[in-house]
């Protein structure tokens, strides 16, 4: 076949035919237009039980959700992928209607529009790919994605077009072969690591092989659509034609993928705990946009792409992860089903004639090609790869070789060409084999491919568990096995249980560690020494590779505990949306550097280099010039006191903006030539009483304001413009009397542009405005930046009580909690240095914090009293409803609050529970004290000379241990003994306070020594009431 057999293709828009018998209804005639199938018989037997002539195809596509369902129900725990039952389900469906003219819709679904099956399925594969995919792991790899993606692919497509024009026995042109090597090269985003993300794989290699995928896809409908118009049309500029596609397809693609993500964000954030809008938006969206970008030309695959991987889950409202990727993963494995079933129907109806022995063959012919030549193309690339990103190996490579499912776009092409109109029966053969052997290749490969890869990186040795995880495995084994004995001696008391079969209850909820363990790694894991004085169990010695790798994994779910932190601030609202996605992204970005912890220093990169905003503030504002600030005082000669009280009078600062205004008019009406020509004296006029309005306003400020005149930027501003004016003037009239030459002519019109300086005046009115915006963005990048060092303390907090349990082994247990110990107390060292700068701003955002804090409370309360049965489902909601919205008033409270005072910070004191004779007492008695930076305001050991109340500043509490409060005196010496033994790590303790704390209180009432020193860490104001006050 000649190089123009598809010269002729076209794309038809066939969708579902309607079936049905004509109506009449209450008389009137059935729709004349109305055109029955061809060997449609209408009913005219008379009255029936069953309804007949009913829509057949939405029972198909429902019957085999269900089908669907039961299978993954049944087969669960088996590997018999579902997509091949299904695919085998609608090629028996597909073959009977083929020899039976009764059941006429199957051709009709057999005949589906390649642009219907494309704008129906894509959107959601491609944005569930993306939206779950990891962004900062993503970023890091981008590179190796696009080597992949882009020069990978187009090796995939070259020697698969080649391999199949030498080897096919079919006389495919070389334009056929290489459509057939595209189809061939694309893989299913979601496919291709269905069956192993969760074994264990890293997700490193989760995340390369689906960004493959992803921009795979991208790649693949921008070449098949290119080289398709290319042998099929006639084009006198082809260079130029690629060019403006590919602009479109790719980089106009990602700029509104991008601008679209950012719309989206900025809906969802007004949008107020309303899960049904959000998840509804997100569907919605994903869909308009790649209907959109398909459009205008762009690449719906690349904008729906960055949709999903700059929206994560905390750009939903809290509590909404969960679900929504359920609902996106709902909707992937119906799209699915969907997929093959009808590409069942389609094979079968359009290919089955063309089936013989020669077909089978050259099934498994392509399906050894395609991987043969993926596996050659990524050797080829690796040593590219082995230097990008996270580097690469053999191993990885064998399993994205494998791991490549052919799906939903390798058979919607294949479907497009099987689709299109032929001109001959060589075409059509072409055209239908193309659609056969793209078909089956995609269920081969889900056949073994998805069925063997596991195993494939079992053998790898990919997701062996390390011997710190069967540790920690074994660990929350013996801990779950601890509290179900607890559960089993309380219930034993009760006395409805007390005669239960308690035998035959151990041994059923009996649970083993899913790792299976050999002797002598129980040996490892459990063996133990016992002290000699004290009979302790004392940990077993370890190797250091051992410690080492007990720490690395103790590194990596402590990293998991922090993500897991911040999201529950986030859902808790505590953290705002930016907050949130930073730590979290930081903390992942933490997990592929081997024995790195997340510290504050770093942290702070992310609120960094924004230091330009005050720089322009500040300059802005040298610039404002706001009468009702100024302080020069009237005159007292009465000529001068009247210019006062005009010049700082609100209307001369308006009469004088508006002739600017005015004066605007005729400054644009010069530039242009025809009107100047036309109307120069009157022209020439404006600007001689303008440029004495000026001069008058000026003297009138002179007058008024005297040496201080000049020292306003405004006022020499103004001083320049009039010294324009007057130049300008002076040169149009010392010329008019002379001969005009060049150099004349451009410097009158250089000075006639000069009188645009006179707009600029208006500058009075916006300048103040955009204060207000660089003070509104300033204060939201202080919020942010407390919120990020806020958000990581609680973090810090938070994972500490869990060292114990992650830890494995008590140098690990040492060495981790001296790290947390450490990074926290840097952490609070940042926030009071916040504190101590921006204090309305830190202000602003605990009082945000308190009010959601207590609102959590009261749903929680609410929660408990609705489970309880004591409100009903109606009275619940109500209550509900209220405190929602107080949520939402959260956001309109003011950015910055002023600090409390003194007084007011006694007002919060719990133990003085807000008594105005107690506080009034303290008030007279205390005295307020200032300390400079570096100052002692207390020694460890010695007797508090008053109880300190912080006022402003910050303190740094240091001592040689973690202060007791007179605990310790009454634990008896076994005890702390044991406690010896168990923690040794704890000996220094370090902690900030800043303002609203109260110092030694404990230690003034009990007459204890200071167990810890107080210095302060910046300038520091504390009201101090002495204890000898108190008795």
């Not at 085999?64 to 609608?90: D, Y």
């Not at 190796?144 to 080649?162: E, K, Y």
């Not at 011997?467 to 660990?475: D, E, Q, T, V």
């Not at 009115?765 to 202080?782: A, E, G, R, W, Y």
């Amino acid at each position: 076949m000649s190089s123009s057999s598809f010269s002729n293709l076209s794309f038809p828009s066939l969708g579902f035919t309607p079936r049905g018998d004509p109506i009449s209804v209450r008389g009137y005639p059935p729709d004349e237009g109305y055109q029955p199938d061809e060997g449609y018989q209408p009913d005219t037997s008379g009255f029936h039980i069953i309804r007949r002539n009913r829509p057949i195809t939405v029972l198909l596509v429902f019957l085999s959700c269900a089908v669907a369902a039961l299978l993954r129900t049944v087969l669960r725990e088996t590997k018999v992928p579902i997509l091949v039952i299904i695919f085998f389900m609608g090629l028996t469906i597909g073959i009977v209607g083929h020899f039976s003219y009764q059941i006429p819709f199957v051709k009709n679904i057999a005949e589906i529009d390649p642009v219907l099956f494309l704008h129906l399925f894509t959107p959601i594969i491609i944005f569930t790919a993306a939206f779950e995919m990891d962004f900062y792991i993503f970023r890091k790899s981008f590179w190796q994605v696009l080597v992949l993606a882009v020069p990978g692919f187009l090796m995939n497509c070259a020697f698969l077009g080649w391999l199949t024009y030498k080897i096919n026995k079919y006389n495919w042109s070389w334009d056929d072969s290489m459509l057939f090597g595209i189809i061939l090269s694309t893989t299913d985003p979601v496919l291709s690591v269905a069956s192993v993300r969760n074994i264990g794989l890293s997700k490193i290699v989760i995340n390369l092989i689906k960004g493959e995928s992803l921009f795979n896809d991208a790649t693949t409908m921008i070449i098949f659509e290119l080289y398709k118009e290319l042998i099929s049309d006639s084009h006198h500029e082809i260079l130029k034609e690629i060019f403006i596609k590919l602009i479109l397809k790719f980089f106009a693609s990602a700029i509104f993928g991008f601008l679209s993500s950012k719309l989206v964000i900025y809906w969802l954030a007004h949008i107020f705990n309303d899960g049904i809008i959000e998840v509804v938006l997100s569907f919605s969206m994903a869909y308009v946009i790649f209907f959109l970008a398909e459009w205008f030309g762009m690449s719906g695959v690349i904008a729906l792409c960055m949709l999903g991987l700059l929206l994560d889950s905390v750009s939903f409202s809290p509590g909404m992860a969960m679900f929504l990727y359920k609902f996106w993963s709902m909707l992937t494995f119906l799209a699915h089903i969907m997929i093959y079933l009808i590409m069942g129907i389609v094979i079968a109806q359009k290919t089955f004639p063309y089936i013989n022995p020669r077909a089978f063959f050259y099934i498994i012919t392509v399906y050894l090609s395609l991987n043969l030549v993926r596996a050659l193309v990524i050797l080829t690339l690796s040593p590219f790869l082995s230097r990008l990103g996270y580097g690469f190996n053999w191993r990885w490579g064998a399993v994205v070789i494998w791991s490549g499912m052919r799906g939903t776009f390798t058979l919607n092409m294949a479907l497009e060409i099987g689709q299109a109109r032929s001109a001959t029966s060589t075409e059509l053969q072409i055209k239908t084999m193309i659609l056969l052997h793209s078909g089956t290749a995609s269920l081969l490969t889900l056949i073994i491919n998805a069925t063997t890869v596991r195993k494939l990186v079992m053998t790898l040795g990919l997701c062996n568990i390390t011997l710190p995880k069967r540790m920690a495995m074994y660990n929350a084994v013996q801990r779950i096995r601890q509290m179900e004995a607890n559960a089993f001696s309380m219930l034993k008391l009760d006395r409805f249980l007390a005669d239960a079969n308690w035998t035959m209850a151990e041994e059923a909820i009996t649970i083993d560690s899913p790792y299976k363990l050999q002797s002598e790694e129980m040996q490892q894991l459990t063996k133990s020494l016992k002290c000699p004085e004290c009979a302790a169990d004392i940990t077993f010695e370890r190797s250091p590779q051992q410690i080492a790798d007990i720490m690395e994994e103790a590194r990596l779910r402590l990293l998991t505990a922090q993500i897991a932190s911040y999201q529950k601030q986030y859902n808790n609202g505590m953290l705002n949306q930016d907050a949130a996605q930073t730590l979290i992204g930081a903390a992942e970005s933490y997990v592929d550097i081997e024995g790195k912890f997340m510290n504050i220093h770093e942290v702070k990169t992310y609120w960094e280099s924004k230091g330009p905003l005050v720089t322009m503030k500040k300059w802005l504002s040298d610039w404002v010039y706001n009468v009702k600030e100024e302080t020069t005082k009237p005159p007292k000669n009465k000529f001068l006191r009247l210019c006062h009280q005009i010049v700082f009078m609100e209307e001369f600062e308006y009469i004088s903006t508006m002739i600017t205004y005015l004066n605007s008019v005729p400054i644009v009406l010069t530039l242009i030539r025809s009107v100047n020509a036309a109307y120069l004296p009157q022209l020439k006029a404006c600007n001689y009483y303008f440029l004495c309005l000026y001069i008058i306003e000026a003297i009138l400020k002179a007058f008024a304001m005297g040496r201080t005149y000049i020292y306003y930027h405004w006022n020499q501003f103004d001083l320049i413009i009039i010294v324009l004016g007057i130049i300008d003037v002076m040169i149009i009239n010392l010329f008019k009397n002379m001969t005009p030459s060049y150099p004349m002519i451009n410097t009158i019109r250089m000075f006639r542009f000069g009188r645009l300086v006179r707009v600029f005046r208006l500058l009075k009115l916006v300048i103040p405005k955009l204060i207000f915006v660089l003070d509104k963005q300033i204060n939201k990048q202080l919020t942010f930046r407390y919120d990020i060092a806020k958000g990581y303390v609680q973090g810090e907090e938070d994972i500490k009580c869990l060292i114990e349990q992650i830890a494995g082994h008590e140098k690990v247990y040492t060495e981790i909690t001296k790290i947390l110990e450490r990074n926290k107390q840097e952490a609070m060292k940042e926030l009071g240095l916040m504190q101590r700068d921006y204090p309305e701003i830190v202000t602003a955002v605990k009082t945000k914090q308190a009010v959601q804090t207590v609102l959590n409370t009261a749903s929680e309360t609410l929660r408990f009293m609705r489970s309880g049965g004591i409100v009903d489902k109606n009275e619940g909601d109500d209550l509900q409803k209220m405190i929602l919205v107080k949520k939402k008033q959260l956001a309109k409270l003011p950015p910055t609050i002023a600090p409390p005072t003194a007084q007011e910070l006694l007002h919060n004191v719990m133990w003085l529970q807000d008594n105005r004779n107690q506080i009034e007492f303290i008030q007279r008695k205390a005295k307020i004290l200032y300390y400079d930076y570096g100052d002692i305001i207390c020694d460890e050991g010695e007797l508090p000379q008053g109880i300190h109340l912080i006022v402003s500043g910050m303190v740094k509490l240091s001592g040689s241990s973690a202060p007791r409060y007179g605990v310790d005196k009454e634990v008896t010496k076994e005890d702390v003994n044991k406690e010896v033994h168990e923690h040794p790590a704890v000996t220094s303790y370090t902690d900030y306070l800043v303002t609203g704390a109260i110092i030694g209180e404990l230690n003034c009432l009990t007459k204890q020594e200071m167990e810890y020193g107080i210095s302060c860490e910046t300038a520091v104001q504390v009201e101090e009431f002495c204890f000898s006050h108190i008795y």
